[in-house]
């Protein structure tokens, strides 16, 4: 990704005719200072799955079972990790369209694509097009 705005995105003070791979012509708009400021971009978002990562034994570890999303959809990839007494389920929207799927589970989002961490989750989940989500799941949910 490149570093910032300036010439050849930060890498190089060179002339851009003697750089070994060019610049991408985005690097003005698309780079580490501009999304460092942007809680929404993808670099934040990928600080988050780590921090996430870091802070759960269950992503890290845990056993993986593929859960069934009712009404039946292609589309929704749904799963539950487990470790000890961590489990999370982890909900994923393989489309371009809104759905909604009923997985089972009550728990609170801690991360979201669509920015909602803290929000509650009853037994219907509905997500926005291609939204990724975590549920933490409280210790004694049988799911």
């Not at 978002?45 to 009404?71: C, H, K, M, N, W």
């Not at 089972?104 to 989940?125: D, K, Q, W």
């Amino acid at each position: 990704m490149p570093w910032n705005s300036e010439a050849n995105a930060g890498f190089s003070a060179a002339d851009p005719a003697t750089l070994w791979l060019p610049v991408a012509r985005n690097a003005a708009e698309i780079n580490v200072d501009a999304q460092l400021c942007d809680p929404d971009s993808t670099l934040s978002l990928y600080r988050q799955l780590l921090r996430l990562r870091t802070s759960s034994a269950a992503v890290r570890y845990g056993d993986i079972t593929f859960l069934s999303a009712e009404p039946a959809h292609e589309s929704i990839l749904a799963y539950r990790r487990r470790h000890g007494r961590d489990c999370k389920v982890i909900v994923l929207n393989l489309t371009d369209a809104p759905a909604q799927c009923d997985v089972a589970v009550s728990g609170t989002i801690v991360f979201s694509t669509i920015s909602r961490p803290g929000a509650p989750v009853g037994p219907h989940l509905r997500l926005s097009p291609n939204e990724a989500t975590v549920i933490d799941v409280p210790e004694g949910d049988t799911t």
